[in-house]
T-cell receptor, first 111, second 115 residues
Framework: GQNIDQPTEMTATEGAIVQINCTYQ??????LFWYQQHAGEAPTFLSY????GLEEKGRFSSFLSRSKGYSYLLLKELQMKDSASYLC????????????FGTGTRLTVIP | EADIYQTPRYLVIGTGKKITLECSQT?????MYWYQQDPGMELHLIHY???????EKGDLSSESTVSRIRTEHFPLTLESARPSHTSQYLC??????????????FGPGTRLTVL
């Protein structure tokens, strides 16, 4: 089966670092995506991991361990605008690259 | 910036009406998707398409239907709307030929309310 687990909510302070974890159980997948979704808006792409290890992109980094079924998104130097939901999504091994999403982690950045 | 559009953005309609949610993209993407998302909940895939004349059911059973007559256009239709159809509907597309890591670009969504 396919299941993705993320914490429902997190709070962090402006300027700090926060790590959002994602665990998954799946019978087969290509890689793992992270999307950001502000309230009432569409999701936007943040990162994609297909190999184990850390992918860094500016203030955001994403890590994947396929053997452990585990990923995390690391946000550095938090800004107020980073308050949003962060969606972990697995990519299925189908020709259409279908995604299955977790419920998302709602991050609130406080001053 | 992604060039994927959805209309209408908001729709309030009575039970039993037929509705069509429009989705268009100008990026030439072959793969397109429809998701349903309730507030605070995960996105559920309801339909997808590999390309023209291709339509497939997604993970979540839906009474809606889709068509793909042109590459850029992927409308979703509900023949008879019911209050249980109240939700946000998000359309997405991804690059042709990508075997993995095909980033999906999302439209702004249609928030449907059925009274």
């Amino acid at each position: 089966g396919q299941n993705i687990d993320q914490p429902t909510e997190m709070t962090a302070t402006e300027g700090a670092i926060v790590q959002i974890n994602c665990t998954y159980q799946t019978s087969g997948f290509n890689g793992l995506f992270w999307y950001q979704q502000h309230a009432g808006e569409a999701p936007t792409f943040l990162s994609y991991n297909v190999l184990d290890g850390l992918e860094e992109k500016g203030r955001f980094s994403s890590f994947l361990s396929r053997s452990k079924g585990y990923s995390y998104l690391l946000l550095k130097e938090l800004q107020m605008k980073d308050s949003a939901s962060y969606l972990c999504a697995g990519e299925r091994q189908t020709g259409a690259n279908n995604l299955f999403f977790g419920t998302g982690t709602r991050l609130t950045v406080i001053p | 910036e992604a060039d994927i559009y959805q209309t209408p953005r908001y729709l309030v309609i009575g039970t039993g009406k037929k509705i069509t949610l429009e989705c268009s993209q100008t990026m030439g993407h072959d793969k397109m998707y429809w998701y349903q998302q309730d507030p605070g909940m995960e996105l559920h895939l309801i339909h997808y398409s590999y390309g023209v004349n291709s339509t497939e059911k997604g993970d979540l059973s839906s009474e809606s239907t889709v068509s793909r007559i042109r590459t850029e256009h992927f409308p979703l239709t509900l023949e008879s709307a019911r209050p249980s159809h109240t939700s946000q509907y998000l359309c997405a597309s991804s690059e042709s030929g990508a075997l993995t890591g095909g980033e999906q670009f999302f439209g702004p969504g249609t928030r449907l309310t059925v009274l």
